[in-house]
């Protein structure tokens, strides 16, 4: 098994962030600290270290939906001692991480699980796995801002890819649209926003692929289904975004 996999599948974290850590000199394979990527493992033989720590594969596979709150990270710590999603999940035993992230500012479905084929599934870019948010500007948004969004916008030196958009509701003083994207940029849908010139002032996810938010309290989680696991397997591309 591919070192990056055995860390993902441990519920530590991705494949990529894996990668990374090997290049941190955060892993060790037998006592010996792994400074190249593509080193294979004998999960039953092999002896392997995070940060001085010895890792195990988990056995049961666990899916959890959160609606994280604004206000919190998506991190397992954070170095400057703000509330995490952790905190959230904390009667859960079994280790899991993040799905992704969510910003300090942004609320929203968030998945966290010990299952790094899925993580990977949803996170690599190749999959193109649709999110959908909510999001709520100052202003009425034009027809040409909002065919921008379909078509793509610069933002960060590139153009982003196309995009689902629609309005909501307008209300005197703000709008709200439903925006769904397939890229993981960082920050994207509010430098989109911001590129067209308009302030965000709310923004949640609420749907990852078949995944819906749906009426789940903030600050809570539940577990999912096997046919909602099943259905974020088979998600094959962004197919119909627009």
Do not use: W
């Amino acid at each position: 098994m591919r070192l990056s996999k055995f860390i993902a599948d441990a519920g530590i974290c991705s494949r990529r962030k894996a990668e990374a850590e090997m290049l941190r000199n955060m892993i060790k394979v037998n006592g010996v600290t792994v400074t190249e990527l593509g080193l294979n493992v004998d999960p039953r033989r092999d002896r392997v270290e995070y940060g001085g720590t010895r890792v195990f594969l988990e056995r049961s596979k666990i899916y959890i939906m959160l609606h994280k709150p604004v206000g919190y990270v998506t991190t397992v710590k954070d170095e400057l001692g703000r509330p995490t999603v952790m905190d959230l999940i904390a009667d859960v035993k079994t280790r899991v991480t993040p799905v992704g992230r969510l910003d300090y500012n942004t609320s929203g479905l968030l998945i966290l699980t010990n299952d790094g084929d899925l993580t990977y599934k949803l996170t690599h870019p190749k999959h193109e796995t649709k999110k959908t948010y909510h999001v709520i500007i100052e202003g009425a948004i034009s027809k040409t801002s909002l065919n921008a969004i379909r078509d793509g916008v610069m933002i960060d030196g590139r153009v982003t890819a196309p995009a689902a958009a629609d309005v909501i509701n307008e209300r005197d003083k703000t709008s709200m649209l439903k925006i769904t994207i397939h890229e993981g940029r960082n920050r994207q849908i509010r430098k989109m926003f911001d590129a067209l010139g308009y302030k965000v002032t709310s923004l949640k996810r609420v749907g990852t692929g078949s995944l819906e938010l749906g009426t789940l309290p903030q600050g809570k989680y539940r577990r999912l289904t096997r046919d909602e696991v099943s259905s974020l397997y088979a998600i094959q591309g962004s197919e119909g975004l627009t």
